[in-house]
């Protein structure tokens, strides 16, 4: 199992910038993909961004080009870099890794985004 330990969140005025962190311990040698995922109050978790071991990424459509995604493989961080933030990213934002052993995702505990306008 993969334990992850986010940071980063926060409360910050509409068109101002954050960065999550995001740090794996523990069988860190079954990760292949991480990335972040957000729940809004009453919305169902939907995916943000995601980057492989290799640094393929993906984005869901509402932020790219605002947000960027990276990896250090070294030690075993994912960062996500967010700038020009809207009221409408406010939500929680779980951090995920996809174990290639047991084919699953396992989750931080979130950190709070709040996007004031």
């Known amino acids: 199992q993969v334990q992850l330990v986010e940071s980063g969140g926060g409360l910050v005025q509409a068109g101002g910038s954050l960065r999550l962190s995001c740090a794996a311990s523990?069988?860190?040698?079954?990760?292949?993909?991480m990335g972040w995922y957000r729940q809004a109050p009453g919305k169902q978790r939907k995916l943000v961004a995601g980057?492989?071991?290799?640094?393929?990424?993906n984005y869901a459509d509402s932020v790219k080009g605002r947000f960027t995604i990276s990896r250090d493989n070294a030690k075993n961080t994912v960062y996500l870099q967010m700038n020009s933030l809207k009221p409408e990213d406010t939500a929680v934002y779980y951090c995920?890794?996809?174990?290639?052993?047991?084919?699953?995702?396992?989750w931080g505990q979130g950190t709070q985004v709040t996007v004031s306008s």
């Open positions: 995920y890794a996809y174990s290639v052993i047991t084919s699953t995702n396992d």
């Open positions: 523990g069988n860190t040698f079954s990760i292949n993909g």
């Open positions: 980057i492989s071991k290799r640094g393929t990424t």
